[in-house]
């Protein structure tokens, strides 16, 4: 069996919830493919892992892994696996959203768990648009670009969700695009294996919204876009600030030690208490 | 000059919006309000409709800014479902105790979890009691005038109250009808521009939502009730005048062949189309049952029901929403409210379809009036048609 068919075969859901309801061309898969590469790779049992999302086309992953998944609301996944990750430390627990998902109905939880650097890993598939929805504009969406509800050209300015991320606080960010599949599948394998908040923004496409509406082409074209606008962090750093106008950077934004939040309130539970782990 | 033309009834409820002049709306989307949102958008874009379109980040910024747009002066509109209206729970009633003229089209969807995108009425059921005036369409053409004639409810200085104009997801938001549509003109002159008896503005300052100490508290409150209560009155008006303006006549409850039978269903929303369906095929077999379509739920027309209830011998309450562990399900404990403080005789049952979209036939209403399914009754007050156990 070819490595790829085994991959599917251990992580996927393959003879039960294929086939998949995302367009042809879409950015998730790569990033789904990605997503179990680095599992593979770092070793975790598939029992270990929770796999939450919120929804949306990117919320609708969980559907199709063999996980445990916790298919939760929208803007509410960083919540719920804060609650996961409290009541059972032991579990890997991985949180996939959207750019709607992340920082717009969930922005304040997105920027809380920066903060308070509690053990998760957070995928954010940013296609600039809210795309399950019909292509609104999100927070993402750049100043200019039309939308279904931006028709001539959006007015407000976007988030940088990685920039925002490091802001927040979290010890760990890192950027891939689509385009770029073996870097996402190091990000990941990083960030899973870092502990703290660990955050991978996806840079992806919707060819059949975004792209239709601001006549982007195809998916290809989309991510020959994401090819030729995303430079690496180390490149970057020779480059003047003129030159990188209309780009932006891929690789690993931060990566830093910070006190992890269950280790900090473990210190203050056996300190005051002196007894043993008492958690389930 | 009226237009008449086929179209998604969606895209007629912003028409209908644009037609009554709003000047912010402020939303987020949601299946399956979203062709709603987007087409308000693009009349906002086109120059075709003088407003400010935001599409905030969540339903609970969407209300606030609709509160705060209103409480500023503005006309002002919003859309929503399921999820949405849940998370916009807390500023319902923001809207309704500040009293500001807030109209909102819902579109009724199922709640999370499982999760559905389809059509019921859990979503405005767990919302019934924020103080909105709550109006329920059938078709698209009630939607079209609901929304015109809301504003109108809404902004009357004997109301100030927001008002909910339902409608169910994707039976009828995503259907494509005949309507007619009433002339910029006409509804001018139907709908004259906001003038509000309060508002935020720097010539004149007021206060509004501040704290209320005990001995304030309930007095405000009763007031707010009070203007519900007696917003019907003026619904009532509202309605007589449309109907005089454009010709089409609405009532708070509406019925449909009761006047030959004492056996009668009671429903909310389009559900009502496929019950007049069998009530036709029933009629049609020599058997005679009634309809009470609720147009208008809150506040709830006890007069009006009770005008049409107090010969009948036996009503079925059909509803979209589990009883969530009550009695029965809402409407259905209403209506025995009423039924018991006017010491009615009337066997009253209650059946819930049409859950989280699924299907619903005339058939199953054969069914109903025919007692097949009553039959089956279990342990609970109320039968879930169709379910598999
Ligand atoms: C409270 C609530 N509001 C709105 C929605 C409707 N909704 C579902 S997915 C979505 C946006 C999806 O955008 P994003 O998170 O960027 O994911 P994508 O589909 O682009 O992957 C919205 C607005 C919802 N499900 N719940
Ligand atoms: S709508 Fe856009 S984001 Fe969703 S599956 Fe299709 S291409 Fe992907
Ligand atoms: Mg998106």
Redesign the interface.
């Known amino acids: 069996m070819a490595e790829v068919t085994k991959l599917i075969h251990k992580y996927l859901r393959h003879d039960k919830k294929f086939p998949h309801v995302w367009c042809p061309g879409c950015g998730i898969g790569i990033m789904l493919g990605a997503l179990i590469r680095a599992i593979d790779k770092c070793g975790f049992t598939k029992d270990e892992i929770v796999l939450v999302s919120g929804?949306g086309c990117t919320g609708r992953l969980p559907v199709y892994v063999d996980f445990n998944t916790l298919?939760t609301?929208?803007?509410r996944a960083l919540a719920f696996a804060t609650g996961v990750k409290l009541a059972n430390p032991k579990l890997k627990v991985i949180v996939v959203m959207g750019d709607g998902d992340a920082v717009?109905?969930g922005?304040n939880h997105f920027i809380h768990a920066a903060r308070r650097n509690i053990d998760l890993t957070a995928i954010i598939l940013n296609n600039s648009i809210?795309g399950?929805?019909?292509g609104?504009?999100s927070?993402t969406t750049p100043y200019g670009m039309k939308t279904?509800?931006?028709?001539?050209f959006h007015i407000e300015q976007a988030f940088n969700i990685s920039e925002l991320a490091v802001t927040a606080g979290a010890p760990f960010v890192g950027r891939g695009t689509v385009y770029h599949a073996r870097l996402l599948d190091s990000l990941m394998e990083k960030a899973f294996l870092k502990k703290g908040f660990a955050v991978v923004e996806v840079i992806s496409h919707c060819h059949t919204q975004f792209g239709k509406l601001n006549k982007m082409g195809t998916a290809v074209e989309m991510m020959e876009w994401q090819r030729d606008h995303a430079v690496t962090v180390e490149k970057a750093a020779q480059m003047k600030e003129e030159e990188l106008k209309d780009k932006f950077r891929i690789g690993i934004l931060i990566d830093k030690e910070l006190p992890v939040y269950l280790d900090e309130y473990e210190k203050i539970r056996t300190g005051s208490s002196g007894s043993g782990d008492r958690r389930p | 000059m009226t237009t008449k033309k086929g179209i998604e009834v969606s895209i007629a409820a912003s028409i209908a919006a644009q037609l009554a002049r709003v000047e912010v709306v402020a939303a987020?989307?949601?299946?399956p309000q979203?062709h709603i949102?987007?087409h308000l958008?693009?009349l906002v874009?086109?120059g075709e409709l003088e407003a400010v379109?935001i599409?905030v980040?969540?339903e609970h910024s969407a209300m606030s800014a609709c509160c705060g747009a209103s409480a500023a002066g503005a006309r002002t509109f919003t859309s929503t479902s399921a999820?949405g209206l849940e998370?916009m729970h807390e500023i319902l009633f923001i809207a309704s105790g500040m009293r500001l003229p807030i109209v909102m089209a819902t579109v009724n969807r199922a709640l999370?979890?499982p999760?559905s995108i389809w059509g019921d009425h859990s979503d405005i059921m767990a919302a019934r009691d924020t103080g909105w005036i709550m109006l329920f369409c059938e078709n698209g053409q009630e939607v079209v005038d609901s929304i015109i004639m809301a504003f109108k409810i809404a902004e009357n200085r004997n109301v100030l109250l927001p008002v909910m104009v339902n409608l169910d997801g994707f039976s009828l938001s995503h259907v494509i009808e005949p309507i007619e549509f009433p002339s910029q003109k006409d509804v001018d002159s139907f709908l004259p521009p906001y003038k509000p008896l309060y508002s935020l503005h720097p010539d004149k300052p007021v206060t509004m939502g501040a704290y209320a100490m005990p001995e304030l508290y309930t007095e405000a409150k009763y007031a707010q009730e009070t203007a519900l209560i007696n917003s019907k009155k003026v619904i009532i008006d509202v309605m007589a005048e449309f109907g005089e303006r454009f010709g089409r006549h609405y009532k708070p409850v509406e019925t449909y062949n009761t006047e030959n039978a004492d056996f009668a269903f009671i429903c909310l929303g389009s559900i009502n189309e496929n019950i007049s369906t069998a009530i036709d095929e029933l009629k049609s077999n020599g058997k005679e049952a009634g309809l009470i379509k609720l147009r208008l739920f809150r506040p709830f027309p006890k007069d009006e029901l009770l005008a049409v209830l107090k010969d009948k011998k036996r009503i079925a309450i059909v509803e979209r929403a589990m009883p969530g562990g009550a009695a029965n399900s809402p409407l259905y404990n209403e209506i025995a409210s009423l039924i018991y403080a006017n010491k009615l005789h009337i066997t009253l049952e209650n059946y819930i379809v049409g859950l989280g979209g699924r299907d619903v036939h005339p058939e199953d209403f054969i069914d109903v009036f025919d007692m097949k399914i009553a039959a089956k009754k279990d342990n609970n007050n109320y039968n879930v048609i169709g379910v598999r156990e």
């Open positions: 929804i298919h609301t929208h803007g717009a109905i922005g809210y399950m929805t019909g609104q504009y927070p279904t509800t931006s028709s001539f | 987020y989307p949601i299946t979203t949102v987007e958008s693009e874009a086109n379109y599409n980040e969540s999820q998370l999370s979890s999760l």
